[in-house]
T-cell receptor
Framework: SQQGEEDPQALSIQEGENATMNCSYK?????LQWYRQNSGRGLVHLIL?????REKHSGRLRVTLDTSKKSSSLLITASRAADTASYFC????????????FGQGTRLTINP | DAGVIQSPRHEVTEMGQEVTLRCKPI?????LFWYRQTMMRGLELLIY????????DSGMPEDRFSAKMPNASFSTLKIQPSEPRDSAVYFC????????????FGPGTRLTVL
């Protein structure tokens, strides 16, 4: 089944640095979403990018989408300790389908 | 505004016992999703409902699992009998069923089956 795969699985950086996470998927999609999960909590939606968009910004977040390579990246600029969390990409299971398929996630640690 | 509410937050039970997990979606949302999260398998969709009707239960592992949504404000996920391999965090999420659809997750129920 289609599934987003995040890379790297874990990332540790210093506060203030930028963090980049990548996601690859297998089949055509309508949308790709990024979610954050703090330890012991539920997932929180961060940003959505449509298949006809190449780049999107929200605060310190920048998402890119390359449908030809079936990949997306999430950039967090000027990282903060509070950004420590796991980050997941999610794609529609089938193009246009309501249900989502989540990747395994990237565990991001921001060191003070 | 209250988010998605799940209960209990933690459940410890013995193998063979029945377990019932509960979820109250965000008021006005008409889609509800049940997920299971484990280290080995990640986040898996078990079942989802639109307007209280089950749409896709292909992720339900086996007959021991069942889910109901008797009304727009309540859903249950039942495991009977429970097994140690069911130990996981179970999440409920709801959405407005829009295109594109954004899901709002509850805090999860951590289930441990001994």
């Amino acid at each position: 089944s289609q599934q987003g795969e995040e890379d790297p699985q874990a990332l540790s950086i210093q506060e203030g640095e930028n963090a980049t996470m990548n996601c690859s998927y297998k089949t055509s999609i309508n949308n790709l979403q990024w979610y954050r999960q703090n330890s012991g909590r539920g997932l929180v939606h961060l940003i959505l990018i449509r298949s006809n968009e190449r780049e999107k910004h929200s605060g310190r977040l920048r998402v890119t989408l390359d449908t030809s390579k079936k990949s997306s990246s999430l950039l967090i600029t000027a990282s903060r300790a509070a950004d420590t969390a796991s980050y997941f990409c999610a794609t529609d299971a089938e193009q246009g389908a309501q249900k989502l398929v989540f990747g395994q996630g990237t565990r991001l640690t921001i060191n003070p | 505004d209250a988010g998605v509410i799940q209960s209990p937050r933690h459940e410890v039970t013995e193998m063979g016992q029945e377990v019932t997990l509960r979820c109250k979606p965000i008021s006005g949302h008409n889609s509800l999703f049940w997920y299971r999260q484990t280290m080995m398998r990640g986040l898996e969709l078990l079942i989802y409902f639109n307007n209280n009707v089950p749409i896709d239960d292909s992720g339900m592992p086996e007959d021991r699992f069942s889910a109901k949504m008797p009304n727009a404000s309540f859903s249950t996920l039942k495991i009977q009998p429970s097994e140690p391999r069911d130990s996981a965090v179970y999440f409920c999420a709801s959405s407005l069923r829009q295109e594109p659809d954004t899901q709002y997750f509850g805090p999860g129920t951590r289930l441990t089956v001994l």
